[in-house]
């Protein structure tokens, strides 16, 4: 797999057909799947380099990420897995401080009423809510999310897009977004990357794919 993002600003909205490498291009990034060659540089920074035996923990590359199965833990309420990705990142701040932070997060997300509660009594619309309250919570040195709003209905989808793009404005650090709605891409302004049998077959805007796309897959895409 070689993908290479440039020069670009604001997230990034990696497409592409079921089984192209979405998923594995996130997991490589965050440390969860080991790389076999090649090179992961994030804002400058080299977390693993082949040639040089680079090979960051996943706990030191500071990569929030937001799986598809959500990765709550299930023996904690709902505002103390949000404080889990404060471990570490939360400085000198008291466990009120950081409790009153993931509970402003979660009220932001329409799930102030779900502080208290288990993962195991959440729907998954709730699930994802909460997941995605977790990795905003902190500031990363990048935000990885996989297809984050995918469990959420549609009244849901448009409020909780709206509250993503504002936060990924805020964080200003690198973000991809995994997707198959073009709403998303279009509502976060992200810059298109397509990938396709693990190579990127097309980058740019969400306009310039509509105006030129590559292959029959972007023309189906961004005509969706």
Not at 68 to 86: A, E, I, K, Y
């Amino acid at each position: 797999m070689y993908v290479e993002l440039r020069g670009t600003s604001g997230p990034v909205a990696v497409v592409g057909p079921n089984g192209s490498g979405k998923t594995t291009l996130l997991r490589l990034i965050a440390g969860a799947l080991p790389a076999r060659s090649g090179e992961i540089v994030v804002a400058g920074d080299t977390l693993y380099a082949s040639d040089s035996s680079i090979d960051w923990p996943i706990e030191r590359r500071r990569v929030g990420y937001v799986p598809q199965g959500f990765g709550l833990f299930p023996h904690l309420t709902v505002v103390d897995n949000v404080c889990f990705g404060l471990d570490g990142h939360g400085g000198a701040e008291t466990r009120a401080a950081r409790r009153a932070r993931a509970g402003r997060i979660l009220a932001a997300l329409g799930c102030q009423d779900l502080t208290h509660r288990r993962p195991g009594h959440l729907s998954g619309g709730e699930k994802q809510r909460v997941a995605l309250a977790r990795a905003l919570v902190i500031e990363p040195r990048m935000l990885l999310l996989d297809e984050p709003l995918a469990a959420l209905d549609v009244s849901a989808r448009r409020s909780v897009r709206a509250v993503l793009a504002a936060r990924l404005r805020e964080l200003d650090c690198p973000s991809i977004v995994v997707t198959h709605d073009v709403r998303d891409v279009d509502a976060l302004a992200a810059h298109v990357c397509v990938l396709e049998q693990g190579r990127v077959t097309q980058q740019g805007s969400l306009q310039e794919l509509r105006a030129a796309p590559a292959t029959e897959f972007v023309a189906e895409f961004v005509q969706a």
